[in-house]
């Protein structure tokens, strides 16, 4: 098992820039695919980004493609989303989210087997 704390939420306005980052602790020698999800009040949860564990293979949502940038630091236990170019749309909270290896990168949240509690990024106009 493992455990996911995400941090690095916070509020920027339309067109900034934020980080976010996911500790990982517990079974961490599993070589997990990790993702990134996010969800607004009164919407379901939605893919954002996936990484394997070398990095290798990468996954976004076609509504942050060129804007949001996953990565990994094995070494450190911790997966990055780096996000620019924010718009109001990308207000929600964002969750990471680990699975066990697998060929394909899923964007299923049901496929991931443990997540974190979340963090608010609020984007102003």
């Known amino acids: 098992q493992v455990q996911l704390v995400e941090s690095g939420g916070g509020a920027v306005q339309v067109g900034g820039s934020l980080g976010l980052s996911c500790a990982a602790s517990g079974h961490t020698f599993i070589r997990y695919v990790m993702g990134w999800f996010r969800q607004a009040p009164g919407k379901e949860r939605e893919f954002v980004a996936a990484?394997?564990?070398?990095?290798?293979?990468?996954l976004y949502a076609d509504s942050v493609k060129g804007r949001f940038t996953i990565s990994r630091d094995n070494a450190e236990n911790t997966v990055y989303l780096q996000m620019d170019m924010l718009t109001p749309e990308d207000t929600a909270v964002y969750f990471c989210?680990?699975?066990?290896?697998?060929?394909?990168?899923?964007?299923?949240?049901?496929?991931?087997?443990?997540w974190g509690q979340g963090t608010q990024v609020t984007v102003s106009s």
């Open positions: 989210a680990a699975t066990l290896p697998r060929s394909l990168l899923t964007t299923r949240a049901r496929e991931y087997d443990y």
């Open positions: 990484i394997n564990w070398s990095g290798s293979r990468i």
